[in-house]
Protein backbone atom coordinates (compact mmCIF):
# COMPACT_ATOMS: atom_id res chain seq x y z
CA UNK A 1 0.00 0.00 0.00
CA UNK A 2 2.99 2.41 0.37
CA UNK A 3 3.95 2.30 -2.95
CA UNK A 4 0.25 2.87 -3.92
CA UNK A 5 0.00 5.84 -2.03
CA UNK A 6 3.50 6.90 -3.00
CA UNK A 7 2.69 7.03 -6.54
CA UNK A 8 -1.01 8.80 -5.70
CA UNK A 9 1.10 12.00 -4.30
CA UNK A 10 2.91 11.81 -7.10
CA UNK A 11 0.22 12.00 -9.63
CA UNK A 12 -1.45 14.79 -7.43
CA UNK A 13 1.62 16.75 -8.07
CA UNK A 14 1.50 16.22 -11.53
CA UNK A 15 -1.67 17.43 -12.33
CA UNK A 16 -1.56 19.83 -9.21
CA UNK A 17 1.30 21.31 -11.43
CA UNK A 18 -0.73 21.20 -15.09
CA UNK A 19 -3.65 23.10 -13.31
CA UNK A 20 -1.25 25.83 -12.18
CA UNK A 21 -0.05 26.23 -16.23
CA UNK A 22 -3.34 26.24 -17.66
CA UNK A 23 -5.17 28.69 -15.18
CA UNK A 24 -2.24 30.77 -16.06
CA UNK A 25 -2.64 30.12 -19.68
CA UNK A 26 -6.22 31.23 -19.03
CA UNK A 27 -5.60 34.56 -17.08
CA UNK A 28 -3.04 35.14 -20.52
CA UNK A 29 -5.52 34.55 -23.18
CA UNK A 30 -8.29 36.21 -21.66
CA UNK A 31 -6.28 39.56 -21.17
CA UNK A 32 -5.10 38.89 -24.86
CA UNK A 33 -9.09 38.34 -25.65
CA UNK A 34 -10.41 41.58 -24.18
CA UNK A 35 -7.85 43.42 -26.08
CA UNK A 36 -8.44 41.28 -29.80
CA UNK A 37 -12.17 41.69 -29.15
CA UNK A 38 -11.99 45.69 -28.66
CA UNK A 39 -10.15 45.82 -31.86
CA UNK A 40 -12.58 43.38 -33.82
CA UNK A 41 -15.54 45.61 -32.95
CA UNK A 42 -14.12 49.13 -33.08
CA UNK A 43 -13.70 48.39 -36.73
CA UNK A 44 -16.56 46.45 -37.65
CA UNK A 45 -18.74 48.90 -38.25
CA UNK A 46 -16.28 51.10 -40.34
CA UNK A 47 -15.29 47.71 -41.85
CA UNK A 48 -18.85 47.24 -43.49
CA UNK A 49 -20.44 51.00 -43.90
CA UNK A 50 -17.21 51.36 -45.97
CA UNK A 51 -17.72 48.44 -48.05
CA UNK A 52 -21.63 49.80 -48.29
CA UNK A 53 -20.55 52.54 -49.44
CA UNK A 54 -17.98 51.62 -52.23
CA UNK A 55 -20.83 49.38 -53.63
CA UNK A 56 -23.04 52.08 -53.92
CA UNK A 57 -20.61 54.09 -55.67
CA UNK A 58 -19.15 51.54 -58.03
CA UNK A 59 -22.49 51.00 -59.53
CA UNK A 60 -22.19 51.78 -63.09
CA UNK A 61 -18.74 51.59 -63.44
CA UNK A 62 -18.16 48.18 -63.04
CA UNK A 63 -16.19 47.23 -66.93
CA UNK A 64 -13.80 50.20 -66.21
CA UNK A 65 -12.26 48.78 -63.25
CA UNK A 66 -10.54 45.84 -62.73
CA UNK A 67 -11.84 44.93 -59.19
CA UNK A 68 -14.92 45.11 -59.70
CA UNK A 69 -14.96 42.81 -62.93
CA UNK A 70 -16.65 39.35 -62.46
CA UNK A 71 -15.69 37.13 -64.77
CA UNK A 72 -15.61 33.10 -65.39
CA UNK A 73 -13.47 31.63 -62.79
CA UNK A 74 -10.68 29.52 -63.78
CA UNK A 75 -8.02 29.98 -60.54
CA UNK A 76 -8.99 30.95 -57.11
CA UNK A 77 -7.05 32.12 -54.33
CA UNK A 78 -8.20 31.54 -50.77
CA UNK A 79 -6.84 33.44 -48.14
CA UNK A 80 -7.25 31.32 -44.91
CA UNK A 81 -6.30 32.41 -41.40
CA UNK A 82 -5.39 30.33 -38.96
CA UNK A 83 -3.13 30.37 -35.74
CA UNK A 84 0.27 29.99 -35.13
CA UNK A 85 -0.21 27.36 -31.90
CA UNK A 86 -2.68 25.16 -30.70
CA UNK A 87 -4.31 24.36 -27.66
CA UNK A 88 -7.15 26.55 -28.55
CA UNK A 89 -10.32 24.08 -28.82
CA UNK A 90 -11.57 23.32 -32.65
CA UNK A 91 -10.96 26.91 -33.40
CA UNK A 92 -7.88 25.53 -36.14
CA UNK A 93 -10.19 22.31 -36.87
CA UNK A 94 -13.21 24.10 -37.42
CA UNK A 95 -11.88 26.84 -39.91
CA UNK A 96 -9.64 23.79 -41.88
CA UNK A 97 -12.83 21.66 -42.08
CA UNK A 98 -14.81 24.03 -43.60
CA UNK A 99 -11.84 24.92 -46.16
CA UNK A 100 -11.23 21.82 -46.71
CA UNK A 101 -15.28 20.50 -47.63
CA UNK A 102 -15.59 23.20 -49.96
CA UNK A 103 -12.59 22.84 -52.03
CA UNK A 104 -13.46 19.26 -52.66
CA UNK A 105 -15.33 20.17 -55.35
CA UNK A 106 -14.24 24.06 -56.22
CA UNK A 107 -17.12 24.77 -58.59
CA UNK A 108 -19.41 25.17 -55.54
CA UNK A 109 -17.42 28.67 -54.52
CA UNK A 110 -16.48 29.79 -58.05
CA UNK A 111 -19.49 30.78 -59.50
CA UNK A 112 -20.23 34.35 -60.35
CA UNK A 113 -22.82 36.29 -60.53
CA UNK A 114 -22.56 38.94 -63.57
CA UNK A 115 -25.97 41.21 -64.68
CA UNK A 116 -28.50 39.40 -62.16
CA UNK A 117 -27.14 36.12 -64.04
CA UNK A 118 -25.02 33.25 -63.05
CA UNK A 119 -21.36 32.29 -64.51
CA UNK A 120 -20.55 28.84 -64.62
CA UNK A 121 -16.79 28.13 -63.81
CA UNK A 122 -14.49 26.58 -65.82
CA UNK A 123 -14.23 22.74 -65.56
CA UNK A 124 -10.94 22.79 -64.39
CA UNK A 125 -10.03 25.75 -61.09
CA UNK A 126 -6.72 25.57 -59.69
CA UNK A 127 -6.52 26.66 -55.98
CA UNK A 128 -3.52 28.91 -54.47
CA UNK A 129 -3.65 29.24 -50.87
CA UNK A 130 -1.90 32.44 -48.98
CA UNK A 131 -1.34 30.95 -45.27
CA UNK A 132 -2.02 33.33 -42.57
CA UNK A 133 -1.00 31.23 -39.12
CA UNK A 134 1.00 28.55 -39.34
CA UNK A 135 -2.02 25.71 -39.08
CA UNK A 136 -3.31 26.74 -42.30
CA UNK A 137 -0.04 26.57 -43.70
CA UNK A 138 0.56 22.75 -42.87
CA UNK A 139 -3.04 21.98 -44.23
CA UNK A 140 -2.23 23.55 -47.38
CA UNK A 141 0.90 21.75 -47.45
CA UNK A 142 -0.40 18.51 -46.52
CA UNK A 143 -3.73 18.30 -48.79
CA UNK A 144 -1.52 19.11 -52.01
CA UNK A 145 -2.39 22.80 -52.66
CA UNK A 146 -0.20 25.41 -54.02
CA UNK A 147 0.93 27.64 -51.32
CA UNK A 148 2.16 30.55 -52.60
CA UNK A 149 2.49 32.79 -49.32
CA UNK A 150 3.01 31.91 -45.42
CA UNK A 151 2.86 34.70 -42.91
CA UNK A 152 3.71 33.55 -39.57
CA UNK A 153 5.25 36.10 -37.47
CA UNK A 154 1.88 38.44 -36.89
CA UNK A 155 1.09 39.51 -33.37
CA UNK A 156 -1.07 38.53 -30.69
CA UNK A 157 -3.83 41.74 -32.51
CA UNK A 158 -2.91 42.32 -36.16
CA UNK A 159 -2.69 46.05 -37.08
CA UNK A 160 -3.41 47.68 -40.45
CA UNK A 161 0.59 47.00 -41.59
CA UNK A 162 0.27 43.19 -41.53
CA UNK A 163 -2.49 43.03 -43.72
CA UNK A 164 -1.24 45.82 -45.70
CA UNK A 165 1.58 43.48 -47.67
CA UNK A 166 -0.87 40.90 -48.42
CA UNK A 167 -4.17 43.31 -49.59
CA UNK A 168 -1.86 44.67 -51.76
CA UNK A 169 -0.34 41.07 -53.28
CA UNK A 170 -3.98 40.40 -53.67
CA UNK A 171 -5.04 43.49 -55.53
CA UNK A 172 -2.29 43.36 -57.86
CA UNK A 173 -2.75 39.35 -58.30
CA UNK A 174 -6.21 40.54 -59.49
CA UNK A 175 -5.80 43.18 -61.57
CA UNK A 176 -3.53 41.14 -63.34
CA UNK A 177 -5.92 38.57 -63.51
CA UNK A 178 -3.74 36.10 -61.95
CA UNK A 179 -6.96 34.96 -60.19
CA UNK A 180 -10.37 35.03 -60.87
CA UNK A 181 -11.93 35.36 -57.38
CA UNK A 182 -10.47 35.91 -54.19
CA UNK A 183 -11.95 34.13 -50.90
CA UNK A 184 -10.84 34.84 -47.45
CA UNK A 185 -11.65 31.94 -44.93
CA UNK A 186 -11.57 33.32 -41.05
CA UNK A 187 -13.14 32.56 -38.09
CA UNK A 188 -16.07 35.57 -37.25
CA UNK A 189 -16.18 36.00 -33.69
CA UNK A 190 -19.99 36.24 -31.73
CA UNK A 191 -19.01 35.88 -29.06
CA UNK A 192 -16.73 34.31 -26.11
CA UNK A 193 -17.87 30.32 -26.62
CA UNK A 194 -19.32 31.11 -29.70
CA UNK A 195 -16.95 31.30 -32.73
CA UNK A 196 -18.06 30.28 -36.69
CA UNK A 197 -16.00 29.41 -39.47
CA UNK A 198 -16.38 30.64 -42.83
CA UNK A 199 -15.82 31.72 -46.25
CA UNK A 200 -16.39 35.18 -47.82
CA UNK A 201 -15.50 36.58 -51.10
CA UNK A 202 -13.43 39.22 -51.36
CA UNK A 203 -13.32 40.06 -55.07
CA UNK A 204 -15.05 40.96 -57.33
CA UNK A 205 -16.55 43.24 -54.65
CA UNK A 206 -19.75 41.65 -54.83
CA UNK A 207 -23.71 43.24 -53.54
CA UNK A 208 -24.65 39.85 -52.69
CA UNK A 209 -22.14 39.17 -50.18
CA UNK A 210 -22.57 42.68 -48.84
CA UNK A 211 -26.14 41.68 -48.28
CA UNK A 212 -25.12 38.46 -46.20
CA UNK A 213 -22.53 40.13 -44.47
CA UNK A 214 -25.26 43.05 -43.25
CA UNK A 215 -27.47 40.51 -42.39
CA UNK A 216 -24.83 38.25 -40.57
CA UNK A 217 -23.76 41.50 -37.72
CA UNK A 218 -27.15 42.31 -36.06
CA UNK A 219 -25.25 45.52 -34.92
CA UNK A 220 -24.18 47.05 -38.16
CA UNK A 221 -27.91 45.88 -39.50
CA UNK A 222 -29.67 47.77 -37.05
CA UNK A 223 -27.45 51.02 -37.68
CA UNK A 224 -27.46 50.18 -41.19
CA UNK A 225 -31.41 50.75 -41.48
CA UNK A 226 -31.63 53.60 -39.28
CA UNK A 227 -29.06 55.87 -41.41
CA UNK A 228 -30.59 57.30 -44.74
CA UNK A 229 -30.26 55.55 -48.35
CA UNK A 230 -27.02 56.73 -50.20
CA UNK A 231 -27.60 59.29 -52.56
CA UNK A 232 -24.49 59.32 -55.28
CA UNK A 233 -26.54 62.86 -56.07
CA UNK A 234 -24.90 64.02 -52.90
CA UNK A 235 -21.13 63.17 -53.78
CA UNK A 236 -18.78 65.63 -56.03
CA UNK A 237 -15.35 63.60 -57.18
CA UNK A 238 -12.57 65.07 -58.19
CA UNK A 239 -11.11 64.89 -59.97
CA UNK A 240 -13.46 62.11 -61.14
CA UNK A 241 -15.32 59.08 -60.05
CA UNK A 242 -13.55 56.26 -62.01
CA UNK A 243 -10.01 57.94 -60.29
CA UNK A 244 -11.36 58.25 -57.00
CA UNK A 245 -12.84 54.27 -57.17
CA UNK A 246 -9.62 53.38 -58.18
CA UNK A 247 -7.67 54.51 -55.13
CA UNK A 248 -10.48 53.53 -52.66
CA UNK A 249 -10.90 50.44 -54.00
CA UNK A 250 -7.52 48.50 -53.22
CA UNK A 251 -7.93 50.40 -49.63
CA UNK A 252 -11.14 48.85 -49.39
CA UNK A 253 -9.60 44.93 -49.75
CA UNK A 254 -7.38 45.58 -47.45
CA UNK A 255 -9.95 46.98 -45.02
CA UNK A 256 -12.20 43.62 -45.55
CA UNK A 257 -8.46 41.01 -44.73
CA UNK A 258 -7.57 43.44 -41.35
CA UNK A 259 -11.15 42.56 -40.31
CA UNK A 260 -11.06 39.13 -41.36
CA UNK A 261 -7.76 38.84 -39.22
CA UNK A 262 -9.26 40.70 -36.10
CA UNK A 263 -12.40 38.72 -36.25
CA UNK A 264 -10.11 35.68 -36.03
CA UNK A 265 -7.85 36.73 -33.73
CA UNK A 266 -10.62 37.31 -31.52
CA UNK A 267 -12.29 33.77 -31.73
CA UNK A 268 -8.43 32.54 -31.47
CA UNK A 269 -7.89 34.14 -28.05
CA UNK A 270 -11.58 33.45 -26.92
CA UNK A 271 -11.37 29.55 -27.67
CA UNK A 272 -8.03 29.13 -26.00
CA UNK A 273 -9.24 31.10 -23.17
CA UNK A 274 -12.55 28.83 -22.99
CA UNK A 275 -9.89 25.65 -23.49
CA UNK A 276 -7.61 26.22 -20.59
CA UNK A 277 -10.79 26.99 -18.58
CA UNK A 278 -12.18 23.47 -19.28
CA UNK A 279 -8.67 21.91 -18.35
CA UNK A 280 -8.64 23.61 -15.13
CA UNK A 281 -11.54 22.64 -14.14
CA UNK A 282 -10.97 18.66 -15.21
CA UNK A 283 -7.82 19.03 -13.17
CA UNK A 284 -9.10 20.29 -10.51
CA UNK A 285 -11.57 17.27 -10.49
CA UNK A 286 -9.06 15.37 -11.27
CA UNK A 287 -7.01 16.34 -7.71
CA UNK A 288 -10.02 15.97 -6.41
CA UNK A 289 -10.76 12.03 -7.20
CA UNK A 290 -7.18 11.32 -6.34
CA UNK A 291 -7.46 13.13 -3.10
CA UNK A 292 -10.06 10.76 -2.06
CA UNK A 293 -8.51 7.36 -3.59
CA UNK A 294 -5.37 8.29 -1.76
CA UNK A 295 -7.20 8.30 1.57
CA UNK A 296 -9.15 5.42 0.92
CA UNK A 297 -5.56 3.45 0.25
CA UNK A 298 -4.10 5.56 3.05
CA UNK A 299 -6.97 4.41 5.61
CA UNK A 300 -6.97 0.63 3.41
CA UNK A 301 -3.08 0.52 4.74
CA UNK A 302 -3.82 1.52 8.19
CA UNK A 303 -6.58 -1.45 8.25
CA UNK A 304 -4.42 -3.65 7.07
CA UNK A 305 -1.31 -2.71 9.71
CA UNK A 306 -3.85 -2.69 12.60
CA UNK A 307 -4.99 -6.54 11.59
CA UNK A 308 -1.51 -7.42 11.27
CA UNK A 309 -0.50 -5.97 14.64
CA UNK A 310 -3.53 -7.62 16.19
CA UNK A 311 -3.05 -11.18 14.56
CA UNK A 312 0.55 -11.41 16.01
CA UNK A 313 -0.22 -10.59 19.40
CA UNK A 314 -3.08 -13.18 18.98
CA UNK A 315 -0.69 -15.63 17.84
CA UNK A 316 1.76 -14.80 20.91
CA UNK A 317 -0.61 -15.56 23.36
Request: charge should be positive.
Amino acid sequence: MAVNTKAIKRRIKSVGSTRKITKAMEMVAAAKMRKAVSAALDTRNYATLAWDLLVHLSQGEKMQIPLLEARQVKKVLVIMITSNRGLCGSFNSNIIRKTSEQLKDPKNISRQRVSGRVVAPSDKIEVDVIGIGKKGADFAKKMGYNLIASFTNLSDTPNMNDALPIGRMVVNDYENKVYDKVIVAYTDFKSTIAQIAKLRQVLPISEVDLEKMLNEIEEVSKSHEQKTEIELGNYLFEPNKLDVLKIILPRLVEMQIYQAMLESSASEHSARMVAMRSASDAAEDMIKELNLNFNKARQAGITQEIAEIAGGAAALE
